[in-house]
């Protein structure tokens, strides 16, 4: 499970790389359609790198059944090792990715819509903020949960756990407070966050020795 889960945190962070430099090569963001805007506006945005848009949704599909398998693998390490928390904060992550699922499908209908000549209603546009503000805040719960579980018997480990736990609890506070004019340019730097996690999750699985259930024949 300690290999799998390093493999796995290896190929997120690979496709998060990807979609980084689609999203700065070409201006489209996820991030933009996640926030309330009016109909005219919300429109344009997704009509601007539509082609570009399409292919970030791609991506993120990947990347969420990619994220997915490692908290996966990730939860069963730690079960393993006797962690608390473990099922729980697997299950908060199984949430937010069914959530991603949704958000992906539902901007991209909305695409879809404005391209043969329907503005977004207020309505949907307000469902797709909500949504993805759920989303984000199932994945703050299911973080922390998972830092609380990581052993923190190391330097790496104490790390870690701080930063599942702290920098995604400081991160939350900051992302709803931001002033509304900033809230996509913030929320585009979490990528940078998820990043550093997978890092960090690689460095410190790298440093622990298999359980003793994955040593027996």
């Known amino acids: ?37 009016l109909p005219e506006v919300y429109a344009m945005h997704l009509l601007a790198h539509a082609g570009a848009l399409r292919g970030l949704m791609a991506l993120d599909i990947a990347f969420l059944v990619l994220y997915t398998c490692f908290f996966a693998a990730l939860a069963g390490y730690l079960r393993e090792l006797g962690r608390p928390f473990t099922r729980l904060a697997l299950g908060a992550m199984i949430a937010c990715a ?14 879809r819509a404005a391209e043969l000549g329907e503005l977004p209603s207020a309505g949907a546009i307000a469902f797709q903020a909500v949504e993805s503000a759920t989303k984000f805040s199932v994945s703050f719960g299911s973080l922390v949960l998972f830092g609380l579980a990581v052993p923190r018997t ?64």
Request: hydrophobic content about 55%; overall charge negative; glycine content about 8%.
């Open 154 to 217: 190391t330097k790496l480990g104490w790390v870690l756990a701080a930063f599942l736990v702290a920098g995604t609890l400081l991160s939350a506070i900051a992302g709803y407070a931001v002033n509304p004019a900033l809230e996509a340019s913030f929320d585009s730097g979490r990528w940078l966050g998820f990043l550093a996690g997978f890092v960090l999750a690689i460095a410190w699985l790298r440093t622990q020795p298999d359980s003793e259930v994955s040593r027996r024949p």
């Open 98 to 111: 069914l959530l991603d699922v949704i958000e992906d499908h539902h901007i991209l209908a909305m695409l």
């Open 1 to 37: 499970m300690r290999k799998l889960a390093m493999y796995l945190a290896g190929a997120g962070a690979a496709v998060l790389l990807v979609m980084t430099a689609l999203s700065l090569s070409t201006g489209a963001t996820q991030e933009l359609h996640e926030h309330i805007a």
